[in-house]
């Protein structure tokens, strides 16, 4: 590699780290800003073990339709790998998005009992893909 390209390369990067710290530091000046709101209401279908139950399979089922769905757009129409799409899944039915564009929606799909239990479930899943 030249000298010209060497520089080149590493200007890219450090434009890439400046641009990322940046962002992250107008992330951080925001967020510090926002005032936490009233505790959400337990939801009143999740009294029972059954419910609760029924809940995590259909929070798992949406997961899983919506990150497939997902992953296949990006490597059909944006030619990047299916797990980038699956993350932009992830990331959208989290709070920063769907609880932020649909408190209720995002209480519906994904209710404050079944949160535990999908934790457990997502560090499974990260245990299971790190080591097998």
Not at 2 to 16: D, E, N
């Amino acid at each position: 590699m030249t000298a010209p390209g060497r520089l080149r390369t590493v200007l890219g990067y450090a434009a890439m780290v400046g641009a990322a710290v940046g962002i992250f530091s107008i992330v951080r000046s925001l967020g510090e800003r926002l005032v936490a709101g009233a505790p959400a209401v337990p939801h009143p279908v999740a009294s029972g073990h059954a419910s609760v139950l029924a809940q995590v399979l259909l929070a798992l089922a949406v997961i899983t339709v919506l990150a497939r769905l997902s992953g296949r757009a990006f490597e059909q129409y944006l030619r990047q790998p299916a797990v980038v799409g699956e993350i932009v899944a992830g990331l959208a039915l989290g709070p920063s998005l769907l609880g932020a564009l649909s408190p209720h929606l995002y209480r519906l799909l994904l209710p404050q009992p079944a949160a535990h239990f999908l934790g457990v479930v997502a560090k499974l899943g990260v245990v299971l893909f790190m080591f097998l």
